[in-house]
């Protein structure tokens, strides 16, 4: 039989000897002290049921700010990951692909001779003004390592832009100390503006994996605490019990119920987290990267393209290194074949095209060298302007468009994991007010009989 | 009572979990400024050994003699360096794309020009019969001899000073043009040569005659190595470097590529070019020499010479004489 609330008052719970304690030990004609009144009053049943329900309330709301707090802190790793540390490490790739490709188009606009063409001359203006735009966005969002880099790209891009436009007003002039210039701008974006921006890079995936980790950590602290709370609860409502001959209090048998829904919820939420975080980086953010390594590797290669061009016969630097890259490209087993065995279905059809394009690229290259090696240099140049230009653009955007693709990827499962703990904090404040209203009032009640 | 025990709990909750973490801390950054090095500037340059007692008892103005007359154009002797250039069907030449007035990359059309391009073209014509039959590969001071040497190129045709030293590493043509080092300053500095440089940053391409001559002057200048002569340039623009201190030939061309510099003090070396050849191939050694004599005789020596060089005197001088040592 199930009897929660039928109040028994014909027998005294507690046995009389303890109670009367409390007064033989108080000293006959003096105040009790503050400690022996508190000893006296434990040693009273209603006394104790204080005790216990301070206990509880402590416990359980210690294991509510944990849950509460923790909650909140992934919730907010989570959101930063889909609404700061994505669109960041975005910039950060923008920003290296924008600087790359100005040096390539200003050494390429250098090759051809007499005025630049507009169509470079353009490219090189939507760089510059892309660089810019993903210097600001970062400038907000990164600190530390990062906004070191950053100082560094800002205060040298300017010299970088400075030295460009020198070099150009000069060859307009006829004068060939232009080219020395472009030289040494060239030089400036390799030693100090590209690793820079790779440092901007790494900062700002430093910060995603961190982001990443902290969204989906286990909140054992809470689960641990909440399991303390349970364990506290079933002791109290057995003492209860024992003392009262009644199996059931409803108040504390509602807190038992919060409480275990707390840590289930805890438990399941993050594992919901963490399985679409798992998602998000082997079919997002990892092939992401994959990715991001490639398109900048080509850049480097277009440029040393161009450089072996402009260094006439003096550039096999360049040409060994453009022959490296391309190789840890499109070699078996390659950089290539690495990201087409991570395809994630919506990079497919992009996929498709990269691989093409680096084919047509690599061929065009061969015949560039050929025209070079045999005296051509003029025919050198146009395939180099031409065809070689236009299989590398093909390339390029190929692959920015399964970057684009498998970043979306990313953000949604992102956005998922946050899913998991939207309200959170909510729920777990709700349930905390829960076990702590349930204790008080059943607690209360029984302490209520005493009076 | 348990209202109010209730809605205490609540706003604890509530206040405790809007606890926000957030640092506002701005970043602290350093950054460095100053004009960056061009690419393979070295300052100060390393000592340059200076090739202790190396041969310096040989005339380094005498060549190999040509033959009475020149073979036909494409009719080269078999079997020796002339008919392997033949039969390849070019001439690679080792310039300069960094020398304005002598081996320098025409902005407005993309082109090699120069006087030294011009003489190199000279030989190319004289092997084939068209001048265009010619392959360059700019090489900078520090890598031409190499480039000779392992057969890269079949001639170098880049301001070159002939010296007993590198006598010993290359054959050398005839001589076809003297300069002599002087010093490039800005306008108006008041420095009147390499004496008021002690101690101030001088400028001059890597692997060059010009660049030990800085380092042995007696005023102690602070030479500052570079790839390519324009890189000196750029360096006294952008205020690296005192002054550019090397042949007063390419000073000319740098000095015309800025109307705020001129070519100050008095030659104080004699620096005689010539075109660099293996030196297993004295049959082009001979060759190219009978070229350069028909280039002094007939005319096309004046002829470049006013093309290319009016900048260094308006009364064109007669072409260096040719010295042999058989």
């Not at chain 1, 802190?73 to 994505?86: F, I, S, V």
């Not at chain 1, 966005?137 to 030295?163: C, I, K």
Request: aromatic share 4%.
């Amino acid at each position: 039989m199930v009897t929660t609330e039928s109040p028994v008052r014909t027998a005294s719970p507690v046995p009389a000897p303890e109670r009367s304690a409390a007064v033989v030990h108080a000293p006959a004609g003096r105040a009790p002290t503050v400690r022996g009144r508190l000893t006296a009053s434990l040693r009273h049943t209603p006394g104790r049921l204080a005790l216990w329900m301070t206990v509880l309330v402590a416990l359980a709301l210690l294991a509510g700010v944990a849950a509460v707090t923790g909650v909140r802190q992934r919730a907010a790793h989570l959101d930063a990951l889909a609404d700061r540390n994505g669109p960041l490490t975005v910039a950060s790739l923008d920003l290296y692909r924008a600087l790359s490709d100005a040096d390539a188009t200003a050494a390429s606009a250098f090759l051809s001779g007499g005025l630049e063409p507009a169509a470079l001359r353009d490219r090189y203006q939507a760089d510059i003004a892309e660089s810019g735009r993903a210097l600001t966005v970062l400038g907000a969002g990164l600190d530390g390592d990062g906004a070191q880099h950053l100082a560094v790209l800002n205060s040298r891009l300017p010299v970088y832009t400075g030295l460009i436009e020198t070099a150009r007003s000069l060859n307009r002039q006829g004068l060939p100390v232009g080219a020395a210039y472009l030289r040494e701008a060239n030089g400036l974006m390799r030693a100090e503006l590209l690793p820079a921006a790779q440092g901007v890079y790494d900062a700002a995936a430093a910060d995603l994996r961190d982001s990443r980790s902290g969204g989906g950590a286990a909140p054992w602290l809470a689960v641990l605490l909440c399991l303390g709370v349970i364990a506290a609860l079933v002791v109290v409502q057995r003492r209860l019990a024992a003392l009262t001959n009644r199996v059931f209090n409803a108040g504390l048998l509602v807190a038992t119920g919060a409480a275990v829904l707390l840590t289930l919820w805890l438990g399941v939420s993050a594992v919901a987290a963490g399985v679409s975080l798992n998602a998000g980086r082997e079919q997002g953010s990892d092939q992401v990267d994959r990715m991001a390594q490639v398109r900048i590797d080509a850049l480097q290669a277009r440029t040393d393209e161009a450089l072996t061009l402009v260094a006439r016969g003096g550039g096999a630097a360049f040409e060994t290194h453009y022959a490296e890259t391309l190789d840890g490209i499109t070699r078996d087993g390659g950089a290539l074949d690495e990201i087409r065995a991570h395809a994630t279905g919506v990079d497919d059809p992009h996929l498709a095209v990269v691989d093409r394009a680096a084919d047509a690229w690599l061929a065009a290259h061969r015949d560039v060298r050929t025209r070079d090696g045999g005296g051509d240099y003029t025919g050198a140049v146009e395939v180099t302007l031409g065809g070689a230009a236009s299989e590398f653009a093909a390339f390029d955007s190929a692959l920015g468009a399964a970057i684009t693709a498998d970043s979306d990827v990313f953000a949604a499962r992102a956005d998922d994991a946050g899913g998991a703990l939207r309200f959170g904090d909510l729920g777990a404040g709700a349930l905390t007010a829960a076990m702590i209203a349930g204790i008080v009032i059943g607690v209360q009640r029984r302490r209520a009989e005493y009076r | 009572m348990n209202k109010r025990l209730v809605l205490g709990t609540l706003l604890l909750t509530a206040v405790l979990a809007g606890c926000a973490t957030g640092d506002g801390g701005l970043p602290d950054v350093r950054v460095g400024a100053g004009a960056p090095l061009p690419v393979g500037a070295q300052d100060p340059a390393p000592s340059a050994s200076a090739a202790p007692g190396a041969a310096q008892n040989c005339d380094p103005r005498a060549s190999l003699r040509p033959p009475a007359s020149l073979p036909a154009a494409n009719g080269m002797p078999s079997g020796g360096t002339l008919a392997a250039i033949q039969a390849r069907g070019k001439l690679i030449a080792g310039v300069d794309q960094n020398s304005y007035r002598f081996g320098f990359r025409d902005p407005l059309t993309g082109e090699l020009s120069g006087f030294d391009i011009d003489i190199a073209k000279q030989v190319a014509k004289a092997i084939f019969g068209d001048e265009n039959k010619i392959q360059y590969k700019t090489v900078t001071s520090a890598t031409r001899i190499d480039a000779v040497r392992n057969g890269e190129v079949d001639l170098v045709v880049e301001t070159m000073t002939m010296n007993c030293e590198r006598w010993q590493q290359v054959s050398f043509s005839s001589e076809y043009f003297t300069a002599g080092q002087r010093v490039l300053v800005h306008r108006g500095s008041g420095i009147t040569g390499m004496d008021g440089l002690a101690g101030k940053k001088v400028c001059a391409a890597a692997g060059s005659t010009s660049i030990r001559n800085i380092a042995a002057h007696a005023a102690r200048p602070v030479p500052v190595a570079v790839a390519g002569w324009t890189d000196c340039l750029v360096m006294l623009q952008q205020g690296q470097v005192e002054a550019v201190s090397t042949d007063d030939s390419i000073l000319a061309g740098l000095a015309a590529q800025d109307p705020n510099t001129e070519v100050v003090g008095d030659a104080f070396t004699v620096e005689p070019y010539g075109i660099a050849i293996r030196k297993e191939n004295a049959d082009l050694v001979r060759f190219v020499n009978g070229v350069l004599e028909n280039v002094r005789t007939d005319g096309t020596w004046t002829r470049l010479y006013r093309t290319w060089l009016t900048a260094l005197s308006t009364d064109t001088p007669t072409p260096p004489p040719a010295k042999y040592q058989d």
